[in-house]
């Protein structure tokens, strides 16, 4: 089974599935309603994703928690990312994809599900689990939504179908920064410093375990959506997936042998590399986006503050549209490195400038953000011939960078004392992106022993 999972709210990339194909006699059909509920899992995903970003400066506030603690929430979610693709993939070879889409609904429906005991009981290491059980799902979802929707109708129409899907994440993204501002960073106003010196201990505790109830609502409204899809999905017909795989694993040997064969090749080394690199700043970028916001302008609200991280989704959904075109024009490779060199300045100037230029700088990297994972992951397979299936998914497992370089952040931000400080760090990232394309992307001979 050969699978190129989706990279969620990250920008999107298509998976390839060389294991299954729709019967020429179930193309025929009518299937407006599979794909439908197919496309609303992209909406469900990107939710979950982007109201990361939400969750992390309303629980440091109300956990009292620094900026490297508070980016374990990335750690956690990115971690059950990492995980989970090679359990979901035997689970749907053994029984089907439709197992796989319900099992990670219901992973996902338990994991958001916790979120309402964790807020009783303000117990942070209860939202951690929470999160760690929802990208599990989620995890599961990717790896068997994609595929599915590329064959699900006309072989020629293949194409437009996930592009279609995928317009419905970016849109999630949007919506899950709107929902979150809207039902958790503004249902309680977060306090000044001076306003939470003067309340007694009682007040304090009271006030922070109101912060943490808000997220009650929004994550019981997200079981319920979800239960519903996963019972649409019970019931509705879906094709037959068949195998239209012909072995070929003798062909490429055995795992050991094939990575054995990956690592002597430079741009594919390099884009593992350069993938961790570009998971872990974009994350980090918009996990402490509002935290920047609150810091370098005095006054500002967290609930204010989230219409950057709105803009920033905006800038992103731009970009995509953006660089595809000018991808089909250029050189994939020189594209890739001039948005990375244009993100490495605008981190840069988020670094030195600080206040609202930083702020906006910091908000206008997305745009040159959008096009990035995919370009890494096309040039990084590249030339792999009978290595493409293993090399792909390695290249797939970096977003775990999400979940390390995210409190790397964090940490270098509590050293220095400020947000701004820390965008060296993913600078530093778009500047190894930097080096991947212009030095490093291109296919070299391959040597054979």
Same mark, same amino acid.
């Given at each position: 089974?050969?699978?190129?999972?989706?990279?969620?709210?990250?920008?999107?990339?298509?998976?390839?599935?060389?294991?299954?194909?729709?019967?020429?006699?179930?193309?025929k059909?009518?299937?407006?309603?599979?794909?439908?509920?197919l496309?609303?899992?992209f909406?469900?995903w990107?939710?979950?994703?982007?109201?990361?970003?939400?969750?992390?400066?309303?629980?440091q506030?109300?956990?009292?928690?620094?900026?490297?603690?508070? #980016?374990?929430?990335? !750690?956690? +979610?990115?971690? *059950?990312? /990492?995980? @989970?693709?090679i359990?979901? %993939?035997? $689970?749907?070879?053994?029984?089907?994809?439709?197992?796989?889409?319900?099992?990670?609904?219901?992973l996902?429906?338990?994991?958001?599900?916790?979120?309402?005991?964790?807020?009783? #009981?303000?117990?942070? !290491?209860? +939202?951690?689990? *929470?999160? /760690?059980i @929802?990208?599990?799902?989620? %995890?599961? $979802?990717?790896?068997?939504?994609?595929?599915?929707?590329?064959?699900?109708g006309?072989?020629?129409?293949?194409?437009f179908r996930?592009?279609?899907?995928?317009?419905?994440?970016?849109?999630g993204a949007?919506?899950?920064?709107?929902? *979150?501002?809207?039902? @958790?960073?503004?249902?309680?106003?977060?306090?000044?410093d001076?306003?939470?010196?003067?309340?007694?201990?009682?007040?304090?505790?009271?006030?922070?375990?109101?912060?943490v109830l808000?997220?009650?609502?929004?994550?019981?409204?997200i079981?319920?959506?979800?239960?519903?899809?996963?019972?649409?999905?019970?019931?509705?017909?879906f094709?037959?997936?068949?195998?239209?795989?012909?072995?070929?694993?003798?062909?490429?040997?055995?795992v050991m042998?094939?990575?054995?064969?990956?690592?002597?090749i430079?741009?594919?080394?390099?884009a593992v590399?350069?993938?961790?690199?570009?998971v872990?700043?974009?994350?980090?970028?918009?996990?402490?986006?509002?935290?920047?916001?609150?810091?370098?302008?005095p006054?500002?609200?967290p609930?204010?503050?989230a219409?950057y991280?709105?803009?920033?989704?905006?800038?992103?959904?731009?970009?995509r549209?953006s660089?595809?075109?000018?991808?089909?024009?250029?050189?994939?490779?020189k594209?890739?490195?001039?948005?990375?060199f244009?993100?490495?300045?605008?981190?840069?100037?988020?670094?030195?400038?600080?206040?609202?230029?930083?702020?906006?700088?910091?908000?206008?990297c997305?745009?040159?953000?959008?096009?990035?994972y995919?370009?890494?992951?096309?040039?990084?397979?590249?030339?792999?011939?009978?290595?493409?299936?293993?090399g792909?998914?390695?290249i797939?497992m970096?977003?775990?960078?999400?979940?390390?370089?995210t409190?790397?952040?964090?940490?270098?931000?509590?050293?220095?004392?400020?947000?701004?400080?820390?965008?060296?760090?993913?600078?530093?990232?778009?500047?190894?992106?930097?080096?991947?394309?212009?030095?490093?992307?291109?296919?070299?001979?391959?040597?054979?022993?």
């Open positions: 089974m050969y699978l190129i999972f989706n990279e969620g709210a990250m920008g999107q990339v298509s998976i390839q599935s060389e294991s299954y194909c729709v019967t020429s006699h179930e193309r059909g009518n299937y407006a309603i599979p794909f439908a509920l496309c609303s899992l909406f469900l990107a939710v979950a994703n982007n109201l990361n970003d939400i969750l992390l400066p309303q629980f506030q109300a956990f009292t928690l620094t900026n490297f603690q508070a #980016g374990l929430i990335q !750690s956690s +979610f990115y971690f *059950g990312y /990492f995980l @989970i693709p359990p979901a %993939g035997i $689970l749907m070879k053994k029984m089907s994809y439709k197992a796989g889409i319900i099992t990670g609904l219901l996902y429906a338990i994991g958001a599900a916790l979120f309402w005991p964790a807020a009783e #009981g303000m117990s942070y !290491s209860l +939202f951690l689990i *929470g999160l /760690f @929802i990208a599990a799902g989620l %995890g599961c $979802l990717e790896t068997a939504a994609n595929p599915f929707v590329t064959v699900l006309p072989e020629e129409s293949g194409h996930i592009n279609l899907a995928q317009t419905f994440n970016s849109f949007i919506v899950a920064v709107v929902f *979150g501002q809207g039902l @958790i960073l503004s249902h309680v106003p977060h306090q000044s001076d306003v939470l010196k003067s309340m007694t201990s009682e007040q304090l505790g009271a006030y922070n375990h109101s912060l808000a997220v009650q609502s929004p994550y019981m409204i079981v319920a959506v979800v239960l519903v899809v996963a019972l649409l999905i019970a019931l509705t017909r094709p037959s997936i068949q195998s239209d795989a012909h072995d070929d694993n003798k062909e490429a040997g055995s042998a094939s990575i054995s064969r990956l690592l002597r430079r741009h594919w080394r390099w590399l350069a993938q961790f690199c570009y872990g700043a974009q994350t980090a970028c918009w996990s402490y986006l509002i935290r920047y916001a609150i810091e370098e302008l006054g500002t609200t609930g204010f503050a219409n991280l709105t803009a920033t989704m905006v800038c992103f959904f731009i970009g549209f660089g595809t075109w000018l991808i089909r024009r250029y050189a994939p490779f594209v890739l490195a001039i948005y990375a244009i993100s490495m300045l605008l981190c840069i100037i988020s670094a030195v400038l600080g206040g609202h230029l930083g702020l906006i700088a910091l908000t206008l997305s745009m040159f953000m959008s096009i990035q995919p370009t890494i992951f096309s040039l990084g397979i590249k030339g792999l011939g009978q290595d493409t299936k293993y792909s998914s390695i797939v970096t977003i775990v960078g999400g979940g390390i370089v409190p790397i952040m964090g940490f270098v931000s509590d050293a220095a004392g400020n947000i701004p400080a820390a965008e060296v760090i993913p600078a530093l990232c778009f500047a190894i992106i930097f080096i991947f394309a212009k030095f490093r992307s291109n296919v070299m001979p391959r040597v054979t022993a």
